[in-house]
């Protein structure tokens, strides 16, 4: 069974750039969920979709976006990129609602803003 | 709102050691909890869950039990392998429309274990 897919692995952008980031979650789970891990702030919550509606979103700016497709493989966007966002970005999947099952990560999006 | 706290690292062990890393949390609800394992340049890789109080997750040599009255799930193995070193998370799911998707992590825990 196929895990969790992030792509690309490595990104480096420019200061003032957009970035898109994408995720195929495994096969049948239609959550998927979106975190920004930083050494100095940790794991933190960006958003969750589910059946292509965004249904939670975490304190982060306009900057940052997503989207989920019908097949659920699910997108995250930031513009105007800012040297603070350099982070290692993570999707994770789950059946319905991860509760009570547990969350599946993918390997992460590390992107550099120089 | 919920929270999770853990002890800081590194921890650092011999091979063959008992290992716990503490966490605790507040929760206004009645969460789920779990630990989560992160390899140098990987992902997370879920280790362990326990959804409701008294419930003892375990995988793979390590355990930790949800304990509702100290509002605690430690996590604990009684030997230890250098395959063990990693950073451990501690980490919440709640019920309710404001938790969808959402894990609360801990700060990590960095586990160090020498030959």
């Known amino acids: 069974k196929a895990g969790v897919t992030q792509t690309p692995r490595y990104l480096i952008k420019t200061r003032g750039q957009q970035v898109t980031l994408s995720c195929s979650p495994i096969?049948?789970?239609?959550?998927v969920s979106w975190y920004q891990q930083t050494p100095g702030q940790g794991l933190q919550f960006l958003f969750e979709?589910?059946?292509?509606?965004?249904?939670n979103k975490g304190n982060f700016p306009g900057r940052f976006s997503g989207r989920q497709f019908s097949n659920s493989r699910s997108e995250m966007n930031v513009s105007t990129l800012e040297l603070g966002d350099s982070a290692l970005y993570l999707c994770?999947?789950?059946?319905?609602?991860?509760?009570?099952?547990?969350?599946?990560f993918g390997s992460g999006t590390r992107l550099t803003v120089v | 709102g919920n929270s999770v706290t853990q002890m800081e690292g590194p921890v650092t062990l011999s091979e063959e050691a008992f290992l716990t890393i503490n966490c605790t949390y507040t929760?206004?609800?009645?969460?789920?909890l779990f630990w989560y394992v992160q390899y140098p340049g990987e992902g997370l890789q879920l280790l362990l869950k326990?959804?409701?109080?008294?419930d003892k997750g375990s995988n793979k040599g390590f355990e930790a039990t949800y304990r509702k009255e100290t509002t605690s799930f430690h996590l604990e193995k009684g030997s230890v392998q250098v395959s063990d070193s990693a950073v451990y998370f501690c980490?919440?799911?709640?019920?309710?429309?404001?938790?969808?998707?959402?894990?609360?992590f801990g700060a990590g825990t960095q586990v160090v274990v020498t030959p």
């Open positions: 979709y589910f059946s292509e509606t965004q249904r």
């Open positions: 096969s049948g789970h239609r959550s």
């Open positions: 994770a999947s789950s059946l319905v609602q991860g509760q009570n099952y547990g969350y599946t």
């Open positions: 929760a206004t609800g009645y969460p789920s």
């Open positions: 980490a919440l799911s709640d019920l309710g429309t404001d938790s969808w998707g959402k894990l609360q």
């Open positions: 326990a959804t409701k109080a008294d």
